[in-house]
């Protein structure tokens, strides 16, 4: 026993000698970050001049014998080896700090929306060239990048991811009847992504981190220096369209108190966006009318959850589109029995056209039933 | 058995019962009578000894952690390293989020309520890539927004 007294002060000093050293080529739990393979996808795209950043733009309709096609792709080849990296990797943390309220910076936004277009088009041209592999997992990785995006509850973020995944759906669409994926695997490949927030997930985030945000600071501003809050306050209202009421507001301090009678209003609208298409799109309009009657700030704070909301509808429809599809294209219109409308009754309408078919839902967006047209691929 | 006595056997022939020590005989004793062993005058002593091999050990842990400390601090050059309280988490001015040339939320929420292309402008703009002939601005701000042209603000997303 004594001495393992004796030995305790030594391996006290020999201890940093025994710490084990880290080996270089062992990946931290850090490592398995789906940003950090983004972020260098980012890193890696090329600036593209003007007609570079049309040619992108129109992905889907270029002709893919165009010749500046091979320099753009040769250009971003880099950016799709670390997207489709990413794609691999189900955790995405972008590291935003929600502290920053409205000041809060996304960048990684644009670089992903011009990366799924990047991705987009190597995978149609892939397609044309008969190499259905690489469309696919294209498609995947746009796909993945759009839930990665979706990620954070922010409704910008998710219009975005909207976006994204949209751009997925327009790739894969044209090309349904060639894929030799059942059915079934393709939904499990779906099932299979990472989760993203929706627009009710954002409300929260709405109230707690931007709107009091806002009114946080206009009084730090005010305690600073006297007026400096109603300066950013004014400064917050910059551009047209504020209604006269908000124009009047001559104090800071009625600027804070019409904004934290707003704050409830918030448990308010997390109601309606919980609530089915058919309820909300009958209960909404009256509580929308009556909110901006009772508190002119309203309308200048509060999002547009109901534009927010037809985006997301509209989304859904066109995932369960495109499922419905790839069943329809193994199997049949008959397939279409197994599959529902999310917004109708039964299953789509078909439609079937010269090279392909058309699935139509109930769903309206912009005064126009939700269709997607299936097998359209241009060969040039 | 071996016939003649191999070297194991030797030593182990060679092996005598040990005298006992002498304390044995008194802490037998002690036992007998009930007496406990820590109250013995030999367990005192050997507590004692335990007891003060207990402090040298942890003596001589915390010189070796003081020497380690010491030396982890004091660098070769013989600069003693300033410890620097953490700092507060730095946060972004107010201003941050009126600028329009960053990619804010609240540089997003304003540019989704103006007409067509702007949302799509600004992620241009924060591609690198400068957008096309710019719209007028037009502040909508979502709620309160009119319907055309709130449309228009998600149409392009």
């Known amino acids: 026993m004594r001495h393992f007294y004796a030995v305790i002060p030594l391996l006290l000093l020999a201890w940093p000698s025994l710490a084990p050293a880290q080996d270089p080529t062992q990946k931290s739990p850090l490592a398995a970050n789906a940003a950090l393979q983004h972020w260098q996808a980012f890193a890696q795209m090329q600036s593209l001049d003007k007609d570079q950043q049309k040619l992108l733009e129109e992905w889907s309709t270029v002709a893919l014998d165009d010749p500046r096609l091979e320099k753009v792709l040769a250009a971003g080849q880099s950016s799709l080896l670390y997207l489709h990296r990413a794609a691999r990797l189900p955790q995405c943390d972008w590291g935003l700090d929600y502290g920053d309220g409205v000041s809060l910076l996304l960048p990684h936004l644009a670089k992903a929306r011009d990366l799924a277009r990047l991705a987009a088009l190597h995978g149609r041209v892939e397609a044309g060239r008969g190499n259905r592999g690489a469309l696919r997992d294209d498609a995947t990785a746009i796909m993945t990048l759009g839930r990665h995006v979706g990620r954070d509850p922010i409704m910008i973020a998710i219009l975005v991811r909207y976006g994204i995944e949209g751009v997925a759906i327009d790739l894969v669409a044209p090309h349904v009847g060639e894929f030799k994926l059942p059915a079934d695997q393709a939904a499990a490949l779906f099932a299979a992504l990472p989760p993203a927030k929706e627009v009710k997930d954002t409300i929260d985030v709405e109230k707690r981190y931007f709107a009091a945000w806002i009114i946080k600071k206009l009084r730090e501003e005010e305690q600073r220096q006297p007026g400096a809050g109603l300066k950013l306050w004014r400064n917050f209202l910059d551009g047209a369209e504020i209604p006269e009421d908000v124009r009047k507001i001559a104090s800071v301090n009625e600027a804070i108190e019409l904004g934290e009678k707003l704050l409830p209003l918030y448990d308010d609208l997390a109601r309606y966006v919980a609530m089915p298409k058919a309820q909300f799109d009958a209960q909404y309009p009256a509580f929308k009318d009556k909110t901006k009657a009772a508190n002119p700030l309203a309308g200048v704070i509060v999002p547009a959850v109901d534009q927010l909301l037809a985006k997301e509808h509209r989304h859904q429809v066109r995932i369960a589109m495109l499922l419905a599809a790839i069943a329809v294209a193994q199997g049949g219109p008959d397939k279409l029995k197994d599959s529902k409308d999310p917004f109708g009754d039964g299953p789509f309408a078909y439609r079937p056209l010269d090279r392909g078919f058309e699935l139509q839902s109930k769903l309206i967006f912009e005064s126009q039933p939700v269709t997607l047209k299936v097998g359209q691929a241009s060969k040039k | ?157």
């Open chain 2, 1 to 157: 058995m071996n016939d003649e006595f191999d070297p194991l056997e030797a030593e182990l022939a060679a092996l005598q019962p040990r005298t006992p020590s002498p304390h044995l005989e008194s802490a037998v004793g002690n036992a007998l009578r009930g007496v406990p062993a820590d109250r013995g005058v030999t367990d005192r002593k050997s507590v004692l000894s335990r007891r003060i091999g207990v402090f040298v050990a942890i003596a001589a842990g915390s010189i070796a952690a003081s020497i380690l400390a010491v030396s982890w601090f004091w660098r070769g050059d013989g600069v003693v390293v300033e410890i620097v309280p953490p700092a507060a988490w730095p946060t972004p001015p107010a201003a941050t989020a009126l600028d329009p040339a960053l990619p804010s939320v609240w540089a997003f929420r304003r540019a989704g309520e103006v007409p067509a292309d702007r949302l799509n402008d600004l992620l241009d703009e924060h591609s690198g890539h400068p957008p096309e002939a710019r719209s007028e601005f037009v502040q909508i701000r979502g709620f309160g927004s009119s319907e055309s042209k709130s449309l228009e603000m998600l149409r392009e997303l």
